[in-house]
């Protein structure tokens, strides 16, 4: 059966890169040896993550602006410690917007170094909603915000203007819309919710931030290491930067961010029409804020629930539960999932 897959992370991918990963695993550039059985020092590795990098920068529009792309490991989670160890002066401060499970996660890693301010936080209302008024100090050492909640659904329209640097976590969005994301000074993304698989995470720096802290940074948790290496400072993961390139490239191909976006949009309003206009369902976070990749819904009431999950199981539909500390329902509604997904789901929905 035809699987639709709503999987929050790791997720799905295009199936034409799949296709051509894994005939790289069994023999890559006709070389008769596989992608994962050769030296990364070795010129077709070399040159692909060339090509990841150049892509990266192409793809946000941000070729000759002085940032410098990295694809590190560790995940999303090793960066909320990296971020501070590169950007936080001794006795120093950083300001952070917590809007849910990763930020605070990022937030815990920030008092290993220093002080931490959490200028704004929207847990008293369970994470359902992004907070918009607050002032970020103007001599912390940098501002820090996540730019999606993968697990509650909600997704940041608009950033603060500042002249500290802005740092965002957009794991679970990157690629998928325009920004002007020169806005940014470090962006960060664990490539397994919109780029490639699990195993590589990827962080995008302005280079002229770095280097100001004082402080003494272990080698392998050095931004600045890693950029003078071109991201090779000891082995990288292979297949996952070979995966998300492969997948940059075809966003490339299909038009850019540009044309990713209309097709996000679209299956955003086809499936939030349908729960507010379903009296069955309801949506589970506030209107403005709604996340146009992770869309957290729940039943109004349990009566339909054995049917509707029942339902899913027959049309293939995977993934569709809802994180395990919020419940109900989450479609999670990455770049590579087809708008023909989403209208099978409303349809589900429709007929219960
Ligand atoms: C998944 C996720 C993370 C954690 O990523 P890992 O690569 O598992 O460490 C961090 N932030 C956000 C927004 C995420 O969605």
Partial sequence: ???????????????????????????????????????????????????????????????????????LQGGASLEFLMIPYNLLKINGKADYLDTGTWSSKAIKEVKNLGNVTVIATSRDKDFTYIPKDYTINPDSDYFHCTSNNTIRGTQMKSFPKTNIPLVCDMSSDIFSRELDFSQFDIIYAGAQKNMGPAGTTLVIIKDEILGKTGRSIPSMLDYQVHIDKDSMFNTPAVFAVYVSMLTLQWLKDLGGIKAIEKINTAKAILLYSEIDSNPLFEGTVVKEDRSHMNVTFRLTGESKKEKFEQLLQENGINGLSGHRSVGGYRASMYNALPLESVQVLVNIMKQL
């Fill in 1 to 71: 059966m035809k699987k639709h897959n709503f999987s929050a992370g790791p997720c799905i991918l295009p199936h034409s890169v799949l296709k051509q990963a894994s005939d790289a695993v069994l023999n890559f550039n006709n070389d008769n040896l596989s992608l994962i059985e050769i030296s990364h020092r070795s010129k077709p590795f070399v040159a692909v993550m060339e090509k990841a990098r150049a892509l990266v920068l192409e793809l946000l529009s941000l070729e000759n602006k002085g940032y410098s792309v990295l694809f």
